[in-house]
T-cell receptor, first 115, second 112 residues
Framework: SQKIEQNSEALNIQEGKTATLTCNYT??????LQWYRQDPGRGPVFLLLIRENEKEKRKERLKVTFDTTLKQSLFHITASQPADSATYLC??????????????WGLGTSLAVNP | NAGVTQTPKFRILKIGQSMTLQCTQD?????MYWYRQDPGMGLKLIYYSVGAGITDKGEVPNGYNVSRSTTEDFPLRLELAAPSQTSVYFCASKGGGNSPLHFGNGTRLTVT
């Protein structure tokens, strides 16, 4: 069956360091992959989208890579700040039409950035 | 710009009661979605809509109903509440193509 795995354990890092979060998938051929941030009691907020034919995407301090051979995406936050503390979700979609009806979600990784 | 607005934020229901979770968006998005989020389960799609008058089932539709009479509104109806429907419910919308999802802040529902 299709499966997405994210770091199950919480990630604790020191302010200023780079946080790296992992999203692995099996039995799936995604057309694109998305990363969202979720704060307690709030809905997920979109961060980045990367397509199957893209290796890397950047936005300010954020970088995402996508390796369809390894079936893995890495999400990096450079120069991390306590305000980056949240749960980060990855989501994959195999439907190139983009209506999201086949979007599947990981359980998320909790990141804590300590001052 | 309010984005996606969900009401109520919290609700406690007794088994067998019914209720409607409200969702409205002001971004003129054609696509709208209802998800539930349970601990250890991730987000699961309940129903979605690709435009006014068009709805379809997602992965976990049993026990729920939806309607989409306008572009802005996408209410979710629970007819006979069961303890298994205790969850956090999120409504989301998106524009066309690979545009991202915009989520509301959720409704926390407890069925006792």
């Amino acid at each position: 069956s299709q499966k997405i795995e994210q770091n199950s354990e919480a990630l604790n890092i020191q302010e200023g360091k780079t946080a790296t979060l992992t999203c692995n998938y099996t039995n799936y051929s995604p057309a694109y992959l998305q990363w969202y941030r979720q704060d307690p009691g709030r809905g997920p907020v979109f961060l980045l989208l990367i397509r199957e034919n893209e290796k890397e995407k950047r936005k300010e301090r954020l970088k995402v890579t996508f390796d369809t051979t390894l079936k893995q995406s890495l999400f990096h936050i450079t120069a991390s700040q306590p305000a980056d503390s949240a749960t980060y979700l990855c989501a994959l979609d195999s439907d190139r039409a983009g209506n999201n009806r086949k979007l599947i979600w990981g359980l998320g990784t909790s990141l804590a950035v300590n001052p | 710009n309010a984005g996606v607005t969900q009401t109520p934020k919290f609700r406690i229901l007794k088994i067998g009661q019914s209720m409607t979770l409200q969702c409205t968006q002001d971004m003129n998005h054609n696509y709208m979605y209802w998800y539930r989020q349970d601990p250890g389960m991730g987000l699961k799609l309940i129903y979605y809509s690709v435009g006014a008058g068009i709805t379809d089932k997602g992965e976990v539709p049993n026990g729920y109903n939806v309607s989409r009479s306008t572009t802005e509104d996408f209410p979710l109806r629970l007819e006979l509440a069961a303890p298994s429907q205790t969850s956090v419910y999120f409504c989301a919308s998106k524009g066309g193509g690979n545009s991202p999802l915009h989520f509301g802040n959720g409704t926390r529902l407890t069925v006792t």
